[in-house]
């Protein structure tokens, strides 16, 4: 008797384990499935991100120029930014402070009563309007040259490095 006891308690925890095995099996699988599914969404999104185009290139350049030409009252202070800091901070969404700090250092100067603009030219710059040669470094650099010219600064070229961290950033800039 103790022997169909026993088969008969072997036979009830197949009975019960088979299932549950099954179920756990097949929701792992699923889990699996999903998280893969996932990460490669994730994955594509972030290559999508990562691409250089230049509509960013032209924005970035942009907002970095706007940056530079403050607004300012008849006396050259700058309206929106009481110090070189401040200004530096709002430079950190579009370049990097190797990038930005030269410039705010040369073309503003932190008075007592606040930030001022030096009165100068603007430095010679990336044009939208002509074209650019692109150097893809890694997955995280990509370099522009471009070839200019204007009355101001005659003939330039201007390289512009960008750095992608979670969004492009101007990481930066040399004149040729």
Same mark, same amino acid.
């Given at each position: 008797?103790?022997?169909?006891?026993?088969?008969?308690? @072997?036979?009830?925890?197949?009975? /019960?384990?088979?299932? *549950?095995?099954?179920?756990?099996?097949?929701?792992?699988?699923? *889990?699996?499935?999903?998280?893969?599914?996932?990460?490669?969404?994730?994955?594509?999104?972030?290559?999508?991100?990562q691409? @250089?185009?230049?509509?960013?290139?032209?924005? /970035?350049?942009?907002?970095?120029?706007?940056?530079?030409?403050?607004?300012?009252?008849?006396?050259?202070?700058? *309206?929106?930014?009481?110090?070189k800091?401040? @200004?530096?901070?709002?430079?950190?969404?579009?370049?990097?402070?190797?990038?930005?700090? $030269?410039? &705010?250092?040369?073309?503003?100067?932190?008075?007592?009563?606040?930030?001022?603009?030096?009165?100068?030219?603007? $430095?010679?710059?990336?044009?939208?309007?002509?074209?650019?040669?692109?150097?893809?470094?890694?997955?995280? %650099?990509?370099?522009?040259?471009?070839?200019?010219?204007?009355? @101001?600064?005659?003939?330039?070229?201007?390289? *512009?490095?960008?750095? %992608?961290?979670?969004?492009?950033?101007i990481?930066? &800039?040399?004149?040729?």
């Open positions: 008797m103790r022997r169909s006891s026993w088969k008969k308690a @072997l036979a009830v925890i197949i009975t /019960l384990l088979v299932p *549950i095995t099954f179920a756990l099996s097949y929701h792992s699988e699923n *889990i699996f499935a999903v998280t893969t599914e996932s990460s490669q969404a994730a994955e594509d999104q972030t290559t999508e991100k691409e @250089l185009t230049q509509a960013q290139i032209n924005k /970035l350049t942009a907002a970095f120029m706007d940056k530079i030409t403050q607004d300012i009252d008849a006396n050259y202070k700058v *309206i929106n930014y009481d110090t800091e401040e @200004l530096l901070k709002s430079f950190d969404e579009v370049a990097a402070r190797t990038v930005s700090k $030269p410039m &705010v250092d040369f073309y503003f100067t932190e008075k007592a009563d606040g930030l001022y603009i030096v009165p100068t030219e603007t $430095p010679a710059w990336y044009n939208p309007d002509n074209s650019y040669k692109v150097k893809t470094e890694s997955d995280k %650099y990509v370099t522009i040259t471009q070839s200019n010219a204007d009355e @101001l600064h005659g003939n330039y070229t201007i390289e *512009i490095k960008f750095l %992608y961290d979670g969004g492009w950033k990481a930066e &800039v040399k004149y040729l």
